[in-house]
């Protein structure tokens, strides 16, 4: 059956609490977990921002999950130092972390003063960037320039096996793009149909019988009207939709560009109800679509009464399939 994981938001919650809030999603029942990696909150409303890497040491070490991480190459983080990242992670908990790579956005990747591209650009970089990563793994040294520049790079401590290296992608041109070199597919919630193109786009690009993976945004309240409003609350800034996401360079702007999207306007970009069977509903349709693994994001703040309530209603309804 499909893996069921809980996803830790470093943009809403303090590191310390998102340490406790996997530890009690184990408890729960949750099968994996995944971790954002941002340099900045999308609103100001959610004020906060760790470091991914530093927590995921110490998530790994607290829990008994397997892990899964988004980056984006060649802004933020040369490729080598992620491939450097990962393959430590790797060595001390062997076979529980996979990494996804992401062409970006330029709310986390220009605040080191380099030009945020277009997307073609950003979809060859990330290339660039796979393929440098993929050599370090493999223990060559590599020495490239291009896009990026590496020297005589090559990494000392590996693990005997290195991570699933997957590729992220919203849309259809960038799920066909990365199905030549990755290992598998990332890619977030949307209408069953819409998804269905973003699959098939994938494995017309070479993706053919590699895994997919589904982060999935919701919200559960224990009343409609506290979903709604937990959602709108916490997560209208990502319901502007097409290539605004990705261009937008701080909360403020993201808080002023959707400051006149309603509580309403939520449940298109959100799955948002307080029945959990609805929301097992939502998620067999998934899992039906052939995903392995859903990471299921709660948008809103409650998240104890969340894990509470999806550990005792949906993932038994799930694995009763």
């Not at 070490?61 to 984006?72: D, K, Y």
Request: with cysteine; aromatic share 10%.
């Amino acid at each position: 059956m499909a893996r069921i994981g809980f996803h830790a938001s470093h943009e809403q919650f303090p590191p310390s609490e998102l340490l406790r809030l996997v530890q009690f999603a184990e408890a729960a029942g949750f099968d994996c977990a995944m971790s954002s990696d941002h340099f900045r909150p999308w609103g100001e409303a959610q004020g906060q921002s760790g470091f991914a890497w530093s927590w995921l040491g110490a998530a790994l070490q607290a829990t008994n999950l397997p892990f899964g991480v988004i980056s984006a190459p060649g802004y933020r983080y040369h490729p080598a130092i992620l491939a450097q990242a990962a393959a430590t992670l790797c060595e001390m908990f062997a076979g529980r972390l996979w990494l996804a790579l992401g062409s970006g956005q330029r709310l986390n990747e220009d605040i080191t003063g380099l030009p945020w591209p277009e997307k073609a650009e950003r979809n060859a970089r990330l290339r660039d960037c796979a393929d440098i990563i993929r050599a370090l793994f493999r223990g060559e040294t590599v020495t490239h320039r291009g896009r990026v520049t590496l020297v005589e790079g090559r990494l000392y401590s590996r693990p005997a096996t290195p991570p699933l290296l997957l590729g992220a992608a919203v849309t259809e041109a960038t799920a066909e793009a990365i199905g030549s070199w990755a290992d598998g597919l990332l890619t977030v919630s949307a209408k069953p149909d819409q998804l269905r193109k973003v699959v098939d786009a994938f494995r017309r690009g070479g993706g053919e019988g590699k895994p997919l993976l589904l982060q999935v945004g919701l919200n559960w309240a224990p009343s409609e009207a506290e979903a709604l409003q937990g959602a709108h609350e916490q997560w209208r800034t990502n319901a502007l939709g097409g290539d605004v996401n990705w261009e937008l360079r701080s909360p403020a702007d993201f808080d002023t560009a959707t400051r006149f999207v309603r509580p309403e306007d939520m449940r298109e970009s959100v799955l948002i109800s307080s029945d959990p069977s609805q929301h097992a509903a939502w998620l067999v349709e998934y899992i039906e679509l052939g995903f392995e693994e859903l990471q299921l994001h709660q948008v809103g703040r409650n998240q104890h009464s969340f894990i509470e309530a999806f550990g005792a209603k949906v993932l038994p309804q799930l694995r009763a399939r």
